[in-house]
């Protein structure tokens, strides 16, 4: 038997102190809900070791000053997309803040914390407990190798993208599923000291890069792959970012940045930095079981267009924070009834955008070299529409520039014609999501989820 901890009651465990997991714990405890955070890493490696970027205006909207970063994008910086043969587009003043996400993530729990949140590092979550079709808490490993079971009445999933273990003892209502190496996309984030300022100097004058741009060069390595550098002379660090899908050779992502570093030669020691896996598909279908939810990469909660998940996972974080607080005084036990209105509220806003986004990354993997310089000499990628996309927005083509876009397509041939149909069926993804069963209806779920999957499926037959 295993042993019980915590004679105190706890309303909602969350599985993984990442940003998602940290900001609903904070969010929880501003509602008076005892919450306690668990995470398998000690306090001091808690953060992932690298510079993400995130919308600018998810920080206000969350009620979080500034973050310390060592890299922040000033208001003269540009994102300059570079094709294969060095076409550009240039996207002035991109509405993203670089973030340090050590700092973002220990602010986070800081918060937390204040408020009565309750923390546990240094403690690996084993396996679900679910008893009577409901989840009622976990079993974890301490940092001395014993076993113990924390309840609750919610256990909420924000430990990255793999189901956790008892998931399937949810039968039917077991929300998730493995993620498909199809749609992973791998990720590298490092950065490093600048030993030769001259020649970083150099090398900007000739790439036309001012301080702070990030210049981002598309298919590295198959359509989507990228790899982007920026520049910091002030603080001497120069921070670079690939990312490629598995499939599209992204286990060596790490490389892309190794040799592009060699070929600059202007960089030193080693900073910091990381890699990892990044979900890059449309929201799961069902985001929720009895007593149980799934946030962040858990939930797919990424905009798969760039792999951006952390301004979705903490945006979700704060609508499951408003559902279990009703919730929690509202019903004695949470089953998927109760938790519904965050799946549905999440699945009808941010999810849209998300799920529209896979199928531009669809569309992204199957371009050639040739297609990506057309795409970008051509005018068919086009600094405005990248602005929004960027930041994760939808993307609006004002009425007056319409025409000149439709005759940029047609001009494309088989290329505008596959971008035409991409943007529709996104389009048609995004109003599906919009529709999501607002209230829990396992057959209204079960023939939503069969047609969004049918929508996601024709995106890969255009791509290829
Ligand atoms: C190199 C790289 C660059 C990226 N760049 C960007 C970017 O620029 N912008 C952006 O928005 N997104 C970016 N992403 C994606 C983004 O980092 C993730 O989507 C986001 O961090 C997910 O947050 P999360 O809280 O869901 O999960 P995580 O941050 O992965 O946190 C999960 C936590 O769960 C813990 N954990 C795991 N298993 C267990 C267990 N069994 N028991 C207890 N604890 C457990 C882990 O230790 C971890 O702390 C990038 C990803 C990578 C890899």
């Known amino acids: 038997m295993i042993p019980v901890s915590s004679p105190k009651p706890i309303d909602v465990v969350v599985v993984g102190a990442g940003s998602a997991g940290a900001a609903l714990a904070w969010k929880l405890a501003a509602e008076e809900i005892s919450v306690l955070l668990i995470d398998r890493a000690p306090r001091e490696k808690l953060g992932r070791p690298w510079i993400n970027g995130v919308e600018e205006r998810l920080f206000p909207a969350i009620g979080l000053g500034q973050v310390k970063g060592p890299i922040r994008f000033a208001d003269r910086s540009r994102f300059i997309i570079e094709s294969p043969a060095g076409y550009r587009i240039t996207i002035e003043r991109p509405r993203v803040a670089e973030i340090d996400m050590r700092e973002l993530s220990s602010a986070l729990r800081r918060n937390a914390l204040l408020l009565g949140a309750r923390t546990r590092f240094d403690t690996d979550v084993r396996r679900l407990i679910v ?209 519904w209105p965050y799946a549905a509220l999440f699945m009808r806003s941010r999810g849209a955008l998300c799920a529209g986004a896979e199928i531009v990354r669809k569309l992204a993997e199957g371009f050639t070299a040739e297609e990506l310089d057309r795409l970008v000499g051509g005018g068919l990628m086009r600094a405005d529409i990248s602005h929004e996309v960027i930041a994760c927005r939808p993307a609006r083509v004002p009425i007056a520039r319409l025409p000149g876009l439709f005759m940029k397509i047609a001009m494309a041939g088989a290329l505008g014609r596959k971008v035409a149909a991409a943007t529709l069926r996104s389009k048609c993804q995004e109003r599906h999501y919009r529709r999501y069963p607002a209230q829990y209806d396992p057959r209204g779920l079960r023939e939503w989820a069969g047609m969004a999957a049918m929508r996601s499926s024709a995106a890969t037959r255009i791509s290829a």
Not at 286 to 303: E, T
Not at 314 to 331: E, F
């Open 131 to 339: 008893e009577g079709g409901l989840v009622r808490g976990v079993v974890a490993r301490n940092r001395e190798g014993d076993e113990e079971q924390i309840r609750a009445r919610c256990v909420v999933h924000a430990a990255g993208h793999r189901p956790l273990p008892g998931t399937e003892a949810l039968g039917e209502e077991a929300p998730g599923g493995e993620i498909d190496d199809a749609d992973l996309c791998i990720a590298s984030q490092e950065v490093y000291e600048i030993e030769d300022p001259a020649a970083a100097e150099r090398f900007m004058a000739e790439r036309g890069l001012r301080p702070h741009d990030a210049l981002s060069r598309i298919g590295v390595r198959g359509g989507y792959a990228i790899s982007n550098t920026s520049i910091d002379l002030d603080r001497r660090h120069a921070s670079f970012l690939s990312g490629a899908m598995l499939h599209e050779g992204g286990g060596a992502s790490r490389d892309l940045i190794d040799e592009y570093r060699r070929d600059l030669g202007f960089t030193g020691k080693r900073l910091f930095g990381g890699s990892g896996l990044i979900p890059v598909r449309r929201p799961h279908d069902r985001l929720v079981g009895p007593g149980y939810a799934l946030l962040g990469d858990a939930a797919a909660q990424v905009y798969p267009a760039h792999g951006s998940g952390v301004a979705a996972g903490i945006r979700a974080a704060l609508l499951l924070a408003n559902t279990l607080s009703g919730a929690l005084r509202s019903v004695a036990e949470l089953d998927s009834e109760a938790l």
